[in-house]
């Protein structure tokens, strides 16, 4: 009973957060960008990236496609610090209007000024001469129309800080689509949280922000020793200032897209870098929800073990697991007919073991281990 009990009051507590997810996300507008409206915002679009030779010329043709006005953009690629041909093949757009920043170059070989992506970031905002900042990731392909909605939604609305929406794509296997079914999720109680102010939530492959608000927020000081949380810390940052006006883009022609990752290692170094950062947030309305999730996906993981050698706690697991997958399912169903994925909720029930296990080793090793990405080790 010393398992049963807490599993118990976590899972309940933790329906009536899903709930309210639910309840929130029925009620956010869809976007739509009025036709015939012409754009007056002059935007920079920065683009960290660190050994992307695979995926850059993607990334740039899909932004050479926006139908943008050309005189109102620039895109800066923040080279940190690459040993492929990253900066090569970003080199081979310039007659496209897309500048190369060398983060070595900007550091200039000053004395414990290593690369980040927080650092990338920093410096391609000192370049940028736009008054919106785009940023995203490097593996990313976007709509046709992402940076017209986006400015349209900025515009029309007067945010200083605007989180929008991103999904995993090509999913050819069943770690992608566990990756996509995890991700969905994430992507559905950000909206919602944002929507409704109750903590703040986004990721960094689609955001936009003031680079006025970044400069008044006092720009990544006081996380930069953090590596992950160039998207959450800044954005809990803005929000103390503006907390009216951090918002959340809902637009399928908003929606960027990213691979998942090609390896279980990978994916586990992808999730302990996320998880990181959680007990570092000064918004603690995210942190309490993380630890929720975390103490839930836990008794549960030991529920399970314990079952292993009694039937009836075994039983009691099944019971409690099931209850978790519907109303997550009850959640997910909304938020994956708006991203096309709804066909994926087949797999969901037989995942619920495997996201139970990797969200409890994950949530452990990002407090207390180290993780590899982008060809550094980082703890």
């Not at 926006?66 to 940190?80: C, N, S, T």
């Not at 310039?94 to 983060?103: E, N, V």
């Not at 096309?340 to 969901?348: I, N, V």
């Amino acid at each position: 009973m010393i398992l049963l009990i807490p599993s118990i009051l976590l899972l309940f507590f933790y329906c009536i957060l899903i709930v309210y997810y639910r309840h929130v996300w029925k009620q956010i507008p869809v976007y739509k960008k009025p036709v015939g409206l012409q754009p007056k915002t002059k935007i920079t679009v920065i683009i960290p990236a660190r050994n992307e030779e695979k995926n850059i010329s993607a990334c740039l043709d899909s932004l050479c496609k926006q139908d943008f006005p050309k005189d109102l953009l620039e895109i800066i690629v923040a080279d940190d610090h690459s040993t492929d041909n990253t900066a090569a093949i970003v080199n081979r757009y310039i007659d496209q209007g897309i500048s190369l920043l060398s983060l070595e170059k900007e550091m200039n070989g000053v004395e414990g000024r290593g690369g980040s992506k927080k650092a990338a970031l920093a410096a391609g905002i000192k370049k940028a001469a736009g008054t919106l900042i785009v940023t995203t990731d490097a593996d990313c392909i976007f709509p046709q129309q992402w940076l017209s909605t986006l400015v349209s939604f900025y515009e029309a609305n007067k945010p200083v800080f605007i989180a929008a929406p991103v999904k995993f794509s090509r999913e050819q296997n069943a770690l992608h689509i566990f990756q996509s079914l995890d991700f969905l999720s994430l992507q559905g109680i950000t909206a919602a949280s944002v929507f409704s102010r109750f903590h703040t939530m986004c990721n960094g492959a689609n955001l936009a922000y003031e680079k006025k608000a970044f400069e008044e927020a006092g720009g990544f000081a006081g996380i930069d020793q953090i590596a992950s949380g160039d998207d959450m810390l800044l954005m809990h940052k803005i929000y103390l200032l503006h907390p009216d006006k951090v918002m959340y883009c809902l637009s399928p022609d908003t929606i960027v897209e990213t691979k998942p990752a090609e390896s279980v290692n990978a994916f586990l170094n992808q999730r302990i870098r996320w998880a990181s950062k959680a007990l570092v947030y000064h918004d603690k309305r995210i942190f309490y929800v993380l630890l929720l999730v975390y103490l839930l996906n836990f008794f549960l993981f030991s529920l399970l073990m314990y079952g292993v050698f009694s039937k009836e706690m075994l039983l009691y697991w099944v019971m409690l697991i099931t209850i978790k997958t519907i109303i997550e399912l009850i959640f997910l169903l909304p938020v994956a007919r708006f991203y096309k994925k709804a066909s994926m909720l087949w797999y969901f029930f037989p995942a619920q073991p495997f996201h139970v296990f990797y969200t409890v080793i994950a949530g452990f090793l990002g407090q207390v281990g180290s993780y590899e990405w982008k060809g550094r080790k980082l703890k």
